[in-house]
């Protein structure tokens, strides 16, 4: 009904058109005194044909009007499938689709190209940025003392921050390595928690970790990319007690901390892009783009991430590794 109101909206000077000249066909019968019954008939035959052709074209143009609407993106195969060679407009039409197509493709293609190169040279950047990375711990295991297991800290929060510029040009990148087979998540966890051994020594924090005993369907660089940020930022604010790394049935890993917890206005947020919440100002280095990754790599291996948290009690990340089918990326 909308539809057929905007095609009157649309068509209003024929249809005036059209009245003016019934009405001024009856005056003409009028001042000629022609009997009215001379022009009743051919005056209901027309409005009869003009109605047909009414109804015909407004028919023409709803399917017009819904086969646009069911156009989606512009791409080759859909501006070929729309043909308007009716009317001079609408060869103007079809002329403006195939270069809006054209201009599309090309942008993709110049931003595929961008993004290509620049997750090339940010690779062979973290693969050189990582040589003096490695450097620098082997001089530092030549001695240990407060200062060098301090360093030592840092330089493996620099080596995260790295992954964590290549994790995020990966993510959009065609050529993404996943890696979909079973793997024991026992193994994932272990190599994140021997990663930050040395922040659990120098902060006094505990560790309740039992064997899981349990195989899940993922890619093991991926999830344990994602369980590594989930450690560091339990480590990160978290002063006192520690860290818990359970199971829960099926297939869903628990990573409790007794931190500070997650404010509840904060917490429907914690999973968007650059968002920090009260926490995150409270700590200028948080930069909001560590559970974002998170968020995006457990939605590209099918599994579910989800958080609970309690102000001065303590947050729960759960990830559900409970895939059920193996998806081809």
Excluded at 311 to 329: H, P, Y
Aim: net charge neutral; with cysteine; hydrophobic share 40%.
């Amino acid at each position: 009904m909308k539809l057929f109101l905007k095609y009157l909206k649309q068509h209003i000077p024929v249809i005036t058109a059209g009245i003016l000249f019934f009405i001024i066909f009856i005056i003409s019968f009028y001042l000629y005194h022609l009997p009215l019954e001379a022009v009743i008939y051919p005056l209901a035959l027309c409005m009869i044909i003009g109605l047909i052709i009414v109804l015909y074209d407004f028919s023409e143009c709803r399917k017009k009007h819904e086969m646009l609407q069911s156009i989606k993106c512009l791409t080759d195969i859909i501006a070929d499938s729309v043909l308007f060679d009716k009317t001079v407009d609408d060869e103007d039409y079809q002329r403006i689709i195939n270069l809006l197509v054209d201009e599309q493709n090309s942008f993709r293609t110049k931003t595929n190209i961008r993004l290509s190169e620049m997750v090339d040279y940010y690779t062979v950047w973290v693969h050189q940025i990582k040589t003096p990375i490695a450097s620098m711990r082997l001089n530092l295991q030549n001695e240990d003392s407060e200062l060098t297991r301090k360093l030592s800290s840092d330089l493996f929060r620099i080596e995260q921050y790295v992954d964590m510029v290549l994790t995020f040009l990966r993510l959009d990148s065609e050529s993404t390595d996943y890696v979909i087979k079973e793997y024991d998540l026992d193994s994932i966890v272990r190599q994140a928690v021997r990663k930050f051994a040395g922040d659990f020594i120098s902060r006094k924090l505990s560790l309740d970790y039992e064997p899981l005993n349990v195989k899940v369907l993922t890619d093991e660089k991926w999830l344990l990319f994602v369980v590594e940020q989930i450690l560091s930022n339990a480590l990160k604010y978290t002063s006192s007690g520690g860290i818990t790394i359970t199971l829960e049935s099926p297939k869903t890993l628990c990573i409790r901390d007794t931190g500070i917890g997650i404010a509840p206005e904060d917490l429907p947020r914690i999973f968007e892009k650059g968002y920090t919440g009260y926490n995150g100002r409270t700590d200028k280095k948080a930069s909001g783009i560590g559970l974002y990754l998170c968020k995006r790599i457990c939605s590209n291996l099918k599994h579910g991430i989800s958080a609970e948290s309690t102000v001065d009690a303590g947050t729960i990340i759960r990830l559900d590794l409970s895939r059920r089918k193996i998806e081809f990326e």
